[in-house]
C-alpha cells in the first residue's frame, strides 16, 4: 500500500480539473515545499524537479544527491551535474514520453526562467499552464502523512521556545540569543527554522531578523519561531519581558491572548476565514485599538502552516475560504500596539471535525524571563 | 530563510564600494546605451543585488532598477514596517513594498521613461516574475546584461575577496574546532558549527555531515562514526564559501592538494573531472546563485570567477575549498 496514494489521488483530480497531462513541480535551495509534496523527501540538491504523470513519477536532483532510494510517489531518479543539466533531462524525458499537449507548472513563482526554457526548447512543443496556485489551494487541507509529519514535528517548537526563554538575559545581543536556539535546534534534529525576533518597547514596531541590539531589563522580547521536522513547519508565537511585566504589558498581553482565544474558541469546520480576522481584531476594537489591526501596523493575523512556514489561507478579513477539517493553521493576533509596542501570540493548530486542536504545548501566557 | 545578524557595518564594507560598483554599472549603461537595469533578488539569487547594495533578502524577494541617472528603487514583497530596517542595511532609500514584482518594476520603469534596459542575471527571474515585467512594460525593450555580470570578475574584487576571505576562514575554523568524541551525533556537530558560525555575525548556514559512505547528507540525530564527512557553506555579510572537509583528518589532504596544483585557470570543468579518475570531483561557481551554481563539463573555471572545488576519494574522504581564480593561479579563500 502506497502511504502516499491519498495525495497521489489528489493530484490525480488537480491533473483532470487543469485537463493536464502531467504535473511538474520545482524546488529551489531556499523553497522546496513544491517539490517535497509531489517527492516526499529530504534532499540537499540546491534545486530539483519533479514529474508526475497518472503513469509514473520522475525526481530530477543535482548529481550526486539523485543517489537515493525513490519515494513512494516516483518511480525513479535521474541526475546531471548542473541546472542546465538536470533541466535538459526534464526536457528529454517529456519529449520522449510524448507527455502534453499542457503540463501544470507548480513553483513558476521560483523557477528561474533560465531553467524553464532550457527544458521548453528540449520538451518541443509542450504547453506548460500555471498550476501553483491550484496546488497551493489543494494543500490547505493536510493528508492523512502530512498531518502525522506536522504532528510528530510540534514538540520541536516548544523545545525551541523554551530554549529561547533560556538564552533571553539582559546584556545579550538578540542574535546571540538566535545562535543559542538554531544551536539547540540543530542538536534536536531540525531540517530548518524561520524565526523573527524584536526587542525593546512602545519603539518596536515589526519583527525582523536579529540585529546587534543589546536586550535589557524591562524589555518586552517576541520571537516568531518555526522549527522544520520531516519537512513540516510548526509555528509557535510568543511574548516574554525581561524582569516582572509592567502593567502596560500585561494589559496588552491580555488583550492579545483574549484576541488569540477568540480565534481558537471560532474556528472549526464551515468558519471563514474572515470571521477568525474579524473575530481577533474586535477584541482590539472593544479596547479601542482597531486601527492597530491594519495594514499599516500588522501583516495578517495568521496563515497556513505545512512544507512551507507561511502557506495559505491568509487570515484577513477579506478572505472568504472556508475552514475545512484537516486544514493546520496558526491564528496570531501579532500586531503593534502603543501600550508596549509590537507583540506576538499563537499556536499551530489543526482544524478537527468539530473544533481546532493546538498542537503545541507551551504554556499560552505572558513569559518572564530573569531581568 | 536567512536569521543571523544583517547588518551593514560601513568600516567593513565602505558605501564607496557601492559607489564605485555603481558608476560600473552605469558605464557600462552608457556603453550599451541602455536606460536602466534591472535584477532580481531572493535568497537563492541574491548575490547580484547584494554586490550592488549590499541588500540581503531574509525572506521574499525583490526587484532593483538602477536607472542611468536617478535615484534607483528597490521592489519589494516585505511590507513597508520593515522598510527602516532595509535602509538601514542597504544603501536603498527608494523602497516600494509590491505583491506583483514584474508589474511594478514595469512600472517604474515606464515611470522614469525607461526605452531599453538591461536584465542582470536575465536568466534568474523567476518565470512569473519576468512575464509579468514583459507584460507590463510593453514599448520597452528588454535586453540580457549577463556581460556586464562577467565583466565585474568578482574572484578580482578586493572588497569581494576580502569578506569571501573572513567567511571562509570563520567557516574552516568552526568546523577544526568540534571535540570529536563517540557518540557524537551529526546534530550536535552542525549545532557547533552553527552556533559558532552566527556567533561571529553569519547571516545563513547550510550542513550537510555524515559518516556513511558517499557524500554528507542532512545532519540527522544518530550518532556519527569516523570518519566524518563535512560539506558546509556558510555567509558573512551576504559573501558565500564553500568547504568540504573529513574529520578526523588534514584539512587539507595531499590528493586534494594535488588536485589543487594541477588546476589552471582556463581549464575546462571536464579536463579537471577527465584528470582526475579517480575521485569524484564538483566545481561549483559564485555568479549570482546562491550560495553557489554547479558547473557543467563544458564550462571554463575563468580567471575571475570565484569557485568552489569539491572532491570525494574512494566515498570515504571528502576535501573542498573556495578559491577566486587569478590569472596564474587559484587563491583559497577558505584558509583558517
Request: net charge negative.
Amino acid at each position: 500500500m502506497n502511504r502516499y496514494a491519498e495525495r497521489l489521488g489528489r493530484l490525480y483530480a488537480l491533473m483532470d480539473e487543469e485537463q493536464v497531462a502531467g504535473l511538474l513541480f520545482y524546488g529551489s535551495q531556499f523553497r522546496k515545499d513544491y517539490l517535497r509534496y509531489a517527492a516526499p523527501v529530504p534532499t540537499p540538491s540546491a534545486y530539483g524537479f519533479c514529474l508526475l504523470t497518472r503513469e509514473s513519477g520522475h525526481l530530477f536532483l543535482e548529481e550526486p544527491w539523485h543517489e537515493i532510494d525513490p519515494p513512494e510517489t516516483v518511480q525513479a531518479t535521474h541526475g546531471a551535474r548542473s541546472p542546465r543539466g538536470v533541466s535538459h533531462l526534464v526536457g528529454g524525458l517529456i519529449r520522449k514520453r510524448g507527455i502534453g499537449p499542457r503540463i501544470g507548472l507548480v513553483g513558476g513563482d521560483i523557477l528561474e526562467v533560465g531553467l524553464m526554457e532550457e527544458i521548453q526548447a528540449v520538451a518541443g512543443a509542450v504547453e506548460f499552464v500555471p498550476a501553483t496556485k491550484e496546488l497551493a489551494a489543494m494543500r490547505m487541507v493536510k493528508d492523512s502523512e502530512e498531518l502525522a509529519a506536522i504532528r510528530g514535528a510540534a514538540h520541536l517548537a516548544d523545545e525551541g521556545y523554551a530554549a529561547f526563554v533560556k538564552a533571553c538575559r539582559p546584556g545579550r545581543k538578540q542574535f546571540e540569543i538566535v545562535a543559542d536556539v538554531e544551536g539547540f535546534l540543530r542538536t534536536i534534529g531540525a531540517e530548518d527554522n524561520f524565526m523573527l525576533i524584536a526587542s525593546g518597547g512602545r519603539d518596536v514596531y515589526g519583527m525582523t531578523p536579529p540585529s546587534g541590539r543589546t536586550l535589557q531589563r524591562g524589555d518586552n522580547v517576541i520571537t516568531e519561531l518555526t522549527p522544520q521536522l520531516g519537512g513540516y513547519y510548526v509555528q509557535i508565537c510568543r511574548s516574554l519581558t525581561l524582569g516582572p511585566p509592567s502593567p502596560e504589558q500585561e494589559r496588552s498581553f491580555d488583550i492579545f491572548k483574549r484576541a488569540a482565544d477568540a480565534a481558537v474558541a471560532l474556528i472549526k469546520p464551515g468558519v471563514t476565514v474572515a470571521e477568525v480576522a474579524r473575530a481577533e481584531n474586535d477584541v482590539f476594537r472593544a479596547e479601542g485599538f482597531g486601527e492597530y489591526c491594519t495594514e499599516q501596523y500588522t501583516r495578517v493575523r495568521g496563515h497556513g502552516v505545512g512544507l512551507y512556514p507561511d502557506e495559505d489561507p491568509v487570515v484577513w478579513e477579506d478572505v472568504q475560504t472556508v475552514l475545512q477539517e484537516g486544514m493546520v493553521l496558526i491564528a496570531h493576533p501579532n500586531t503593534y500596539l502603543p501600550l508596549s509596542g509590537y507583540m506576538v501570540f499563537g499556536d499551530t493548530l489543526v482544524v478537527t471535525r468539530d473544533g481546532c486542536e493546538i498542537l503545541t504545548r507551551t504554556e499560552r501566557k505572558l513569559f518572564e524571563a530573569q531581568g | 530563510m536567512k536569521r543571523g545578524l544583517i547588518e551593514w557595518d560601513h568600516a567593513e564594507l565602505p558605501p564607496a564600494v557601492f559607489e564605485r560598483r555603481a558608476a560600473l554599472a552605469r558605464d557600462y549603461m552608457r556603453q550599451q546605451g541602455l536606460d536602466g537595469l534591472a535584477a532580481f533578488s531572493s535568497m537563492a539569487q541574491a548575490d547580484v543585488v547584494r554586490y550592488f547594495t549590499h541588500f540581503l533578502p531574509y525572506f521574499n524577494r525583490a526587484v532593483y532598477v538602477l536607472p542611468r541617472e536617478g535615484e534607483p528603487i528597490l521592489l519589494c514583497g516585505l511590507s513597508n514596517r520593515v522598510h527602516g530596517w532595509i535602509r538601514s542595511t542597504t544603501n536603498i532609500s527608494n523602497i516600494e513594498a509590491s505583491r506583483d514584482l514584474g508589474a511594478s518594476a514595469a512600472r517604474a520603469i515606464a515611470e522614469r521613461g525607461m526605452k531599453r534596459v538591461g536584465l542582470l542575471g536575465r536568466g534568474t527571474f523567476p518565470v512569473q516574475i519576468l512575464s509579468s515585467l514583459a507584460r507590463g512594460a510593453e514599448g520597452v525593450e528588454l535586453v540580457s546584461a549577463d556581460d556586464l555580470l562577467a565583466s565585474l570578475r568578482w574572484g578580482e574584487d578586493e572588497d569581494e575577496l576580502r569578506l569571501r576571505r573572513k567567511a571562509g576562514a570563520l567557516t574552516a575554523r568552526s568546523i577544526a574546532e568540534v571535540e570529536l568524541r563517540q557518540g557524537l551525533t551529526a546534530g550536535e556537530f552542525a549545532a557547533y558549527v552553527d552556533r559558532t558560525l552566527r556567533l561571529a555575525a553569519a547571516e545563513d548556514v547550510l550542513l550537510q555531515i555524515d559518516s556513511s559512505r558517499g557524500w554528507p547528507g542532512i545532519p540527522g540525530t544518530a550518532p556519527l562514526g569516523w570518519p566524518a564527512r563535512i560539506l558546509a557553506q556558510a555567509e558573512y555579510k551576504g559573501h558565500w564559501v564553500q568547504i568540504g572537509r573529513t574529520r578526523p583528518g588534514p584539512a587539507v589532504p595531499d590528493w586534494y592538494r594535488q588536485l589543487i596544483n594541477r588546476i589552471r585557470p582556463d581549464q575546462s570543468v571536464a579536463s579537471v573531472v577527465g584528470d582526475a579518475s579517480d575521485l569524484d570531483v564538483r566545481i561549483y561557481a559564485s555568479r549570482g546563485g546562491s550560495p553557489f551554481t554547479a558547473m557543467d563539463l563544458d564550462e571554463t573555471i575563468e580567471p575571475g570567477l570565484i569557485v568552489a572545488i569539491m572532491a570525494l576519494r574512494e566515498s570515504v574522504e571528502l576535501a573542498g575549498d573556495t578559491f577566486a581564480v587569478r590569472r596564474g593561479e587559484l587563491e583559497c579563500l577558505t584558509t583558517e
